[in-house]
């Protein structure tokens, strides 16, 4: 593992030995692409992540952004980022030509963003939160908005943000309050309060773009009175960038994720605040999902990507530090061995890399759907598009839960150095603890996979996903390392659905509420099996690997996938078993209680 | 809940109405002490606890301890609690009254500890471990030594620690190397290095005094070598305390637990450190295991105290922020609810409620079993001591690992707030996260339960466990609230009893490496049994009470109570059976694996 914080070797088997990304050059969009220029995307993110952003980890963590007279200080590597993004085309990459884009699979583009989001997190997101606004205005906005605010976007000299929460509407946009009054010149007048905006304001760019939600007067109630609009900080006048009545007033203090500006924003408090729509009037939610299904699959790298970097510091240390012996040497004067031996470390160590490879297998495997609906047609491409439906608030939540579990046993890997800021494991646990909560919090992602996903046309995107775990299964038959892990997880998603058929009883008898009530433990069941399926993709691929391998380290990295396959199969998919049987056992207490009895 | 970090109402229940420790004033031992004499030594416990420590919570996380001119400077609120600790006669309160004490039940002594730990984890520490100390050097020091120590840190004046961990020593204490010489004048001549040292020196006291492990030259090898001594910082000679050659050479930076200084120390560098044997040479370790088995006790009331407050702060924000309608409610216009309406919101409190007070009931159930220990004979004692035993790897592990869980879903029920410092919650997760690591690991409480106590006299701690499961079952046939629970109690027991055949087979078939790799994971499903019982205790105390429950305040109390246990047995409990699945199913990856598979 040349890299601390990620392995190479992996990232390129999942890629193209696992997932077979480098079929999409077959349709016409990706023809100009090959599996050579592939290797040189990787390998040029690979030198951005390690020489540019990786070394600033520490720093950033140490000496987070402030407010200084009105303006929000970052860590000098986020200019240099920021610029090197925009020359080197990362920010545009996934974009057509015609837009300047280099019409990069987004499977690459979030391979780079896994790098990238091991090497520095923090770090990380600002090109990244640039390429979904820059996205959302090239998708929905006028051309003359597409000209003035993309090319600096993209240059990574404008940052993008999206611009949802406000103070009284968290996970319920529904009831956001911030006004977009048409002025009848061509723009809206804002004005309104967000918070946690992230990199919403910052030094190490000249301007910054939020694609904001707002609700113009006279609108529907509720989501569907929501609008979207471009809200820069500056607006563009007469050539010149002048102040758009639009301030920073907080920079929150947090746990982790310390390198990146959580913001508060004060929009129109003199009304001179300028928002330009993006696409139909109320029709903000809907436009604003592409930016959010995005960044879902993002917030998911993100997680894998940190989960990953501590996962090599454990491998790391728990390969040079000594203790203890053999169990069965009763020898107290042999010399102690490193603590990799040991059995429970091994566990520890095969839980945080079933995690990190199942989840970036995941996450990857999402966004070949994504790149396989940008180039077929009909019932392909609905194929495709649903499976990408139902699999993206598990790529959002699976990550993200089982990150916060994964960093906490690196932690457990180097004992009480990992509690310490010796290493920097205490500040991955600390920076994957957002996870579970921007972007849609867990509650919020099993309600959307349940409520939505789950039933939508009449069940079809389950039906799809159901097939394709059957077909992998089958194809697992042919080898002898993965046929019984096929059979596990056709039991596995045959119990998945009987949970679904039980809840639909649910919903039938007693409602919505009790059929959601434990929605966040569906997607929890939910996740291990489609994580399972990704382990037995790799599993087969690792088969075909070793039978062919020639050298000790093929062999060597190939027997490791197969056994951390088995490890998922053996100590993860279990846990369904417990999940299953709550979700069945009938009970609705969190909706029949009495919220009086928390009491006392 | 008049306090904002625990509920009073709660202990009182866990101590009087579930574990009736008010019974043990029948003993002549405890027959000075009454109800009404426990109610105020928890009131005093309580006004300590909010009023002395709780408000230094924030800025000794904020302004934590440093080394300044050799000196570790602490909040200056711990010279304050140590002082009135000392004044008060806490620190000694359960030692017999002929050593100054006060004969305190350790039931009710620890009843006080998850007080001081919810208000103000890192100051109750200080002098919870000078107790600890100090109890060492009651039981097993010479008089002259119990005289000139005891005092001094029963009033306050002194620090009591434990100084186990070595450099190149962690939970490897067969390893340690520091050198006992004996002078033979009465001392011995210790030369070392100890790491992580918690209280290990600092400004609030006058002196610290360290029960330290060491080893004689020529004695035996590993952890049979070991002998235990009183080292202290400044020694007394002839009325006067002299510098002992031992400093402190760093404080650790921690992620949480800030407040309380973790020391290296380097002892003897200049060969003019003293030391003093405390009971037989050799015999070390299983002194120290006395002091180690309360330790444990006190790590798992440790993390059951933050896991309580983050829980009362949750209670208190989710009761307080609206958000979004009660599913099924489509008016936008209608106005949002507090956030404990949603079903998934009381799901995460229950899970902490149930964490929180079934952590609390299991522990003070251990401190019952310790104090019977000491007044009762022959084959009860016996009953007790086994018990005791048994539990204690769980009454540490369950609420630390456990803890981990709650303090997360505490900032999960505050979303984006609860990461921020803005709550105090993403402080008790980095408080809590120390837990699993000191006084042993996880790791090892799962060999301590399954390698030595399980197997203990031919498994006689775990048939009286069993038998003591089994009885408690029986009784909670009479109550309709309870009868199911009891049912399932009895077969998660049998599952566990299963899987112990089951891992005996393996021992007998592959050895004790097989048999012991996945002992985290069978200590993760003892938890939950031992748990379980717990709840169905509390739950037929609950079911006594409501039915003679006269106001509504005390019904909603118990009618939570029973909930909360139904909670426990409907999603917790389950989880057992992945747990099973996995500890059966024969795999031994982790010992039949090559170390080289995490190549790549």
Not at 184 to 209: C, L, M, P, T
Not at 411 to 422: A, E, F, M, S, T
Not at 498 to 527: N, P, T
Request: a negative charge.
């Amino acid at each position: 593992m040349a890299e601390r914080f990620l392995s190479k070797r992996n990232l390129r088997f999942t890629l193209f030995e696992a997932l077979n990304i480098q079929e999409i050059t077959q349709y016409e969009r990706f023809a100009t692409h090959n599996r050579k220029m592939f290797d040189l995307v990787l390998d040029e993110a690979l030198r951005m992540g390690k020489d540019l952003i990786w070394p600033a980890c520490e720093e950033m963590d140490a000496i987070p952004p402030h407010l200084e007279n009105g303006k929000v200080r970052v860590h000098p590597v986020v200019a240099r980022f920021m610029a090197e993004s925009g020359e080197g085309g990362w920010i545009g990459a996934p974009f057509p030509e015609e837009h300047g884009g280099q019409e990069l699979p987004i499977t690459l583009a979030m391979a780079c963003q896994f790098i990238f989001s091991a090497a520095n997190y923090s770090a990380a997101v600002f090109p990244e939160l640039s390429t979904g606004a820059a996205h959302l205005i090239l998708s929905f906005g006028s051309p003359e908005l597409a000209e003035t605010y993309l090319p600096p976007m993209m240059a990574g000299k404008w940052q993008g943000t999206m611009a949802l929460t406000e103070p009284d509407a968290g996970s319920s946009l529904s009831d956001i309050t911030t006004e977009a009054v048409d002025s009848g010149q061509g723009y809206y007048r804002i004005r309104g309060r967000k918070i946690f905006i992230s990199a919403g304001d910052h030094d190490a760019v000249e301007n910054v773009v939020h694609l904001m939600l707002a609700k113009i007067p006279g609108g529907p109630p509720g989501v569907k009175g929501i609008s979207l609009f471009v809200v820069p900080k500056l607006r563009p006048e007469g050539g010149k960038l002048v102040e758009n009545d639009l301030i920073c007033t907080q920079v929150y203090h947090k746990m982790g994720y310390r390198g990146t500006p959580l913001t508060e924003l004060a929009i129109g408090d003199h009304d001179n605040c300028r928002g330009f729509l993006v696409g139909e009037p109320h029709r903000g939610l809907v436009h604003m999902f592409q930016m959010m299904n995005e960044a879902r699959l993002g917030v998911g790298m993100g997680a894998t990507g940190i989960a990953s970097a501590a996962y090599c510091q454990a491998l790391e240390y728990t390969r040079s530090r000594t203790q203890s012996r053999k169990m069965g040497n009763r020898d107290p004067l042999s010399p102690p061995v490193p603590i990799i031996e040991h059995a429970d470390i091994r566990r520890m160590l095969l839980f945080q890399r079933s995690v990190v490879e199942g989840a970036l297998s995941l996450i990857l495997q999402c966004c070949r759907y994504s790149d396989l609906v940008s180039v077929t047609q009909g019932e392909e491409k609905e194929r495709y598009h649903l499976l990408l439906e139902i699999l993206t608030p598990v790529a959002k939540t699976f990550p993200s839960e089982m990150g916060v579990l994964a960093t906490s046993a690196a932690i457990q890997c180097l004992g009480g150095y990992g509690y310490c800021d010796d290493f920097p494991v205490e500040r991955y646990f600390r920076d994957m603890r957002i996870h579970p909560i921007h972007e849609g919090t867990t509650g919020i992602q099993g309600m959307d996979l349940l409520g939505r996903k789950v039933v939508m046309q009449e069940g079809k995107a389950l039906s799809l996903f159901a097939e394709t775990l059957a077909a992998d299964a089958k194809k697992a038959e042919e080898f002898p390392e993965t046929c019984q892990s096929g059979e596990r997880l056709v039991l596995a998603m045959k119990r998945v659905e009987e949970v679904i058929l039980h809840l639909v009883g649910v919903a039938g008898e007693k409602g919505a509420e009790a059929y959601l009530a434990d929605a966040a433990l569906f997607l929890e069941m939910f996740g291990q099996v489609a994580v399972a399926w990704q382990w037995l993709i790799s599993g087969m691929a690792a088969a075909r690997g070793l039978a062919v391998a020639k050298s000790k380290a093929d062999r060597n990295f190939y027997q490791g996938k197969l056994l951390t396959m088995r490890y998922f199969f053996a100590y993860e998919l279990p846990k369904i078993e417990g999940l299953a049987t709550r979700l069945t056992d009938g009970e609705a207490l969190t909706v029949d209680m009495e919220t009086a009895w928390f009491e006392d």
